[in-house]
Structure formats: structure tokens, C-alpha cells
């Protein structure tokens, strides 16, 4: 059974250009979370999503960053003229229905030039 | 609240010997907590969870301790191996709903 799936493991952006981060949840699992983690920090909460919806975005930048978990095809956030702050390690779990517990993929280290 | 990044707290103990780790935790209407491992480079792994109705729980060389008098959280492992050499979160949740990450502790392991 395959586990959280992330990629691209690494990404280097120019600032300016946009970022695609991709999320493919455990099988079996519709709850889909985000977070950011700057080095030598723990991970912060950036928005949860289950299929076709946003539950709580409160941990998101109020601008340049959406997410979305369309009904086919993985969860995508996506961050539109990144700047060097954006720089930073984000992280995917998943959680299936009603379950707490949240599983983590390997992360997509973002790097803005 | 949530915790603030500072530099990260480090463990060092020898192989063979137990390793605890300690959490303070925020929020006092939390019913679920999280011991997670992460290595260099890697995601978080999933190590042991405790519900707020419970004390303690065991699991393979893993205990969890969880005082909500104090809303404290420790890890413990029994014979610690140089595998186990990695930074440890602990995290709580109320609802289906985010985690909220403790700062982090590197455990070091040596020989």
C-alpha cells in the first residue's frame, strides 16, 4: 500500500514564476492537509481540503497561494510569484475519513532564486 | 497559541541507554496528541498517539506519557539505537481538523 506521494521532491524557481506542488493521499484516505516547514522548525498548518472542498484555509498566505483536491487527480497547491521567503519544505499528509491521524509524504523542497 | 521556531533543543544519549523526550502543549481542549519521528531530508513518521482520555501508552520500545493537569507530553525509548537518531515532534489536534507542531527535539545517538 503505497503511501503519500509528493513530487517534484525538488524545485527551483526563479521569483516571479509560479510554483505546482502535487499531493497524491494514501489510498482509501480523503482528507488532505498542507504544511510549511522552515529548517530547524516545525511544521505549520496551511489549509485542509477534502474532496472538491476547502475546510479551513486559515493557515494560508491571504495572497499568491491556493490549493485545490479536485474530485479526480491529486491536491495541488500552488504558489504564483514566489518570492525567496517561499522558500521552504512543504509537506502533504492525508487522513481518512473521521481518522486523526495524519500520515506524511516526503515533502517538496522549494527553493526561489 | 502556536509554538514559535527557535533553535532546536538537542538530546544526546548513549546507545543502550532510555531517551526521554518532553512536550509542553498549548491548547487545552486537544483530545489527540502525536509522537512523530523526522529524519534528515524526510517526512514525518508516524511513531505512537494518545488520546486525552488516556495516561500512557506503550508501544514497540515507545512510551507515551500525557499529564493534562500540566498539558505535558513525554516520549520515551527504551535501549535507544542509532536509527533512532532524528528530530522528534510531538503534535496536537482537536476534530479532524490540524495539527498544531511543539518546536522539536534532535536526539543524538552515539556509540
Known amino acids: 500500500n503505497a503511501g503519500v506521494m509528493q513530487n517534484p521532491r525538488h524545485l527551483v524557481r526563479r521569483r516571479g514564476q509560479e510554483a505546482r506542488l502535487r499531493c497524491s493521499p494514501m489510498?482509501?484516505?480523503?482528507?488532505v492537509y498542507w504544511y510549511r516547514q522552515l529548517p530547524e522548525e516545525g511544521l505549520k498548518f496551511m489549509v485542509y481540503?477534502?474532496?472538491?472542498?476547502?475546510?479551513?484555509e486559515s493557515g494560508m498566505p491571504k495572497e499568491r497561494f491556493s490549493a485545490e483536491f479536485p474530485k479526480e487527480g491529486p491536491s495541488i497547491l500552488r504558489i504564483q510569484q514566489v518570492v525567496r521567503g517561499d522558500s521552504a519544505a512543504y509537506f502533504c499528509?492525508?487522513?481518512?475519513?473521521?481518522?486523526?491521524?495524519?500520515?506524511f509524504g516526503p515533502g517538496t523542497r522549494l527553493l526561489v532564486l | 497559541g502556536e509554538s514559535v521556531g527557535l533553535h532546536l533543543p538537542t538530546l544526546s544519549v548513549q546507545e543502550g541507554d532510555n531517551s526521554i523526550i518532553n512536550c509542553a502543549y498549548s491548547?487545552?481542549?486537544?483530545?489527540?496528541f502525536i509522537w512523530y519521528k523526522q529524519e534528515s531530508g524526510k517526512g514525518p513518521q508516524f511513531i505512537i498517539d494518545i488520546r486525552s482520555n488516556m495516561d500512557k501508552r506503550q508501544g514497540q520500545r515507545v512510551t507515551v506519557l500525557l499529564n493534562k493537569t500540566v498539558k505535558h507530553l513525554s516520549l520515551q525509548i527504551a535501549a535507544t539505537q542509532p536509527g533512532d537518531s532524528a528530530v522528534y515532534f510531538c503534535a496536537e489536534n482537536k476534530g479532524t481538523d490540524k495539527l498544531i507542531f511543539g518546536t522539536g527535539t534532535r536526539l543524538q545517538v552515539f556509540p
Open positions: 489510498k482509501g484516505h480523503s482528507h
Open positions: 481540503l477534502q474532496k472538491e472542498n476547502i475546510i479551513d
Open positions: 499528509a492525508s487522513s481518512p475519513p473521521g481518522g486523526q491521524t495524519q500520515y
Open positions: 491548547n487545552s481542549a486537544s483530545d489527540y
